[in-house]
């Protein structure tokens, strides 16, 4: 299902890069990337990124692998929950992709940890208050305002928000302490 190509129709990897604003080669760390549907994606569209693509899972590490033996010179780094602190403050984006409804807030607290000074966090996930066919069950993901206030008791000052056809988009900075 990750890599069902309809997913690209309704959630477009060009609307994702053009939220995600990244300065050129800047490091971005797709968080909780799966078998790496987007991390390829903007890879391919923006090879002067340096893409993170980061899963608790190592069958999903073991897959991005194996996929980038196939489709070589992209600048994607796999890495798992073991890389976290390396990557501490590195990141001058962080992606999270239908991720924020499985993160627990000590996930939640790694994932801003990784955010660079100034650096942004975009946050995609399923919409709560769109019925649809496809994604998890409306009561297991949130509405864009149940993020928004999850993310800013998480630390997070949200700064611009966008609605795609299923899904919310945060965009999102660590809050000044
Ligand atoms: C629904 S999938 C989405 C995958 C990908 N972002 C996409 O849209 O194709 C959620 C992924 O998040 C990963 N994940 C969940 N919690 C995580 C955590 N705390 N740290 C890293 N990855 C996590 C899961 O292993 C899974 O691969």
């Given amino acids: ?35 790496g549907a987007y991390a390829f994606a903007i890879a391919k569209l923006r090879p002067d990124l340096r893409v993170v ?10 897959l ?44 939640l607290r790694s994932l801003g940890a990784l955010l660079a000074p100034a650096g942004k966090a975009v946050i995609i996930d399923w919409n709560a208050a769109v019925d649809r066919d496809v994604g998890p069950p409306r009561d297991h993901v949130y509405t864009v305002d149940e993020a928004s206030d999850r993310l800013q008791a998480s630390g997070f000052t949200v700064i611009a928000e966008h609605l795609f056809t299923y899904h919310y988009a945060l965009v999102a900075q660590k809050a000044a302490t």
């Fill in 64 to 107: 991005l692998q194996k996929r980038l033996q196939t489709e070589r010179g992209l600048t994607i780094t796999p890495s798992g929950t073991g890389d976290l602190a390396t990557l501490h403050r590195t990141a001058a984006r962080v992606l999270a992709i239908n991720v924020l409804h499985e993160l627990g807030d000590t996930a």
């Fill in 53 to 62: 693509a980061l899963d608790e899972q190592p069958q999903m590490i073991a």
């Fill in 1 to 35: 299902m990750l890599d069902d190509p309809a997913r690209f129709v309704y959630l477009p990897p060009a609307d994702v890069l053009a939220l995600l604003d990244a300065p050129h080669g800047a490091s971005v760390v797709d968080f909780g990337t799966g078998t």
